[in-house]
């Protein structure tokens, strides 16, 4: 089960289409290597213009706040909560209508930029930090797993991770100078991965 599966909520229907189309979209990659996906997001157009231009199935619309509300009667052995929860005004219901589609064998991955994530406090520092127009909230290797505990989740693995290089040379200069610092702090990377499982 692929969470928010259309992606990047900056971005125009018409580039997320494009991506899609281009095989360009992590759902797409899921989708290939999975012998079954549902993929959920609640822009409905999205969704609808993917399934009508595309033929994707197993696509649903819904709120990931509101899972109580989908009529589907199943579990999963991955949930992927990619760059999501960042976004929720109320993200302990969407933790707790995700329980409802896992077994004690279900792994919930989940990524989020890191609160103490090497890039994001250097940005912050010079004056140049800009973070997605839909954030609200920020997490760090501390307040995920207590956050998760709080709705019978529990972590199993918790990684600091960045993004492949950007195309630009001076951009890919920046990053190469600072792949060996965050070697060496592996918590401030960018990006926490984590790996969790219902508790209940």
């Avoid at 409905?44 to 509300?69: M, P, T, W």
């Avoid at 797993?145 to 918790?158: G, S, V, Y």
Wanted: charged residues 20%.
């Amino acid at each position: 089960m692929h969470l928010g599966f259309v992606g990047e909520a900056d971005e125009s229907l018409e580039k997320k289409l494009q991506a899609f189309g281009e095989g360009q979209v992590l759902h797409t990659h899921l989708t290939r290597a999975a012998s079954e996906g549902v993929g959920l997001d609640r822009d409905k157009h999205a969704v609808q213009s993917i399934q009508s231009r595309f033929g994707e199935r197993g696509l649903i619309v819904g709120d990931v706040e509101h899972l109580e509300q989908l009529p589907l009667d199943r579990t999963f052995d991955v949930i992927l909560f990619a760059d999501l929860i960042e976004h929720l005004s109320c993200p302990g219901l969407a933790l707790d209508g995700i329980r409802r589609f896992m077994t004690p064998n279900s792994e919930l991955i989940i990524s989020t930029p890191n609160a103490f994530g090497l890039p994001a406090n250097l940005r912050f520092t010079l004056g140049r930090f800009r973070d997605g127009k839909e954030h609200v909230a920020a997490y760090s290797q501390i307040t995920l797993p207590a956050l998760l505990e709080r709705h019978q989740i529990k972590m199993t693995e918790l990684h600091a991770c960045f993004n492949r290089p950007p195309q630009s040379w001076n951009k890919r200069f920046a990053f190469a100078l600072g792949i060996p610092v965050l070697k060496a702090m592996p918590d401030r990377g960018g990006t926490l991965l984590a790996v969790a499982a219902s508790d209940v």
